[in-house]
């Protein structure tokens, strides 16, 4: 149990377009997601949290206009990388607690990941 | 702060001998710990954590670690490496009242046949 997934596993778009990666729980509810993002050979930085119903929160230095989360249901939350350009490209990966528990104590669960380029 | 340091970048150990991948981290308070792995093309999975109880955390796949707080350390260990083991860890610290996660740069593990 607790699997969830991320959709496309990769995508390559043109400097100045946006995508769209989505995070889905399959078969928990998740109230709360999370977004990183991790370049080669680094570590994950957390980007912002995603609350279901309400309004993302974003981590100091991560600009909300560029990545755009939504979280309309319990079982999904999207990132959209607006008008990309080649600093862009990395690897984003997502998370999901089950239930409404605590980040600092709960396991994350994580998705694949998302391989992003951007020519 | 928090931070975390995972002091080894590349670790590479032959199939049957024993792992060692260190953490050691900073925290104002008493924080929690884990370990997760990543292996290519897959979610990172957690390992095992560490939450205020027991100081010596086991985990899945025969992986342990233990909290010393005298040292700032949450090493995590394995009696005998399997192939299967090679991937990315990270070590995990967070402080409950901030309720934030900060990964460490991770260490590879490679296991020779």
């Known amino acids: 149990g607790a699997v969830v997934s991320q959709h496309p596993s990769w995508v390559i778009c043109k400097s100045g377009t946006s995508v769209k990666i989505e995070c889905r729980s399959l078969d928990f509810q998740a109230t709360t997601m999370f977004w990183y993002r991790q370049f080669p050979k680094q570590s994950l930085m957390l980007m912002a949290t995603s609350n279901e119903g309400s309004k993302a929160t974003y981590e100091q230095g991560v600009e909300k206009d560029k990545f755009l989360i939504n979280h309309a249901s319990l079982t999904l939350s999207t990132l959209t990388v607006t008008s990309a350009h080649p600093e862009d490209s990395s690897f984003y990966i997502c998370s999901a607690l089950l239930g409404g528990r605590a980040l600092s104590t709960d396991t994350q669960y994580f998705g694949p990941g998302t391989r992003l380029t951007v020519l | 702060a928090q931070s975390v340091t995972q002091l080894d970048s590349h670790v590479s150990v032959s199939e049957g001998t024993p792992v060692l991948l260190r953490c050691n981290y900073s925290?104002?308070?008493?924080?929690?710990l884990f370990w997760y792995v990543q292996h290519p093309n897959k979610g990172l999975q957690l390992l095992l954590k560490y939450t205020s109880a027991a100081t010596l955390v086991k985990g899945i796949n025969g992986f342990e670690a233990e909290f010393k707080k005298s040292e700032t350390s949450f090493h995590l260990t394995k009696p005998s490496a399997h192939m299967s083991d090679a991937a990315e860890y990270f070590c995990v610290v967070s402080d409950p009242p901030y309720d934030k996660v900060i990964f460490g740069p991770g260490t590879s593990l490679s296991v020779i046949p």
């Open positions: 925290s104002s308070y008493s924080p929690s």
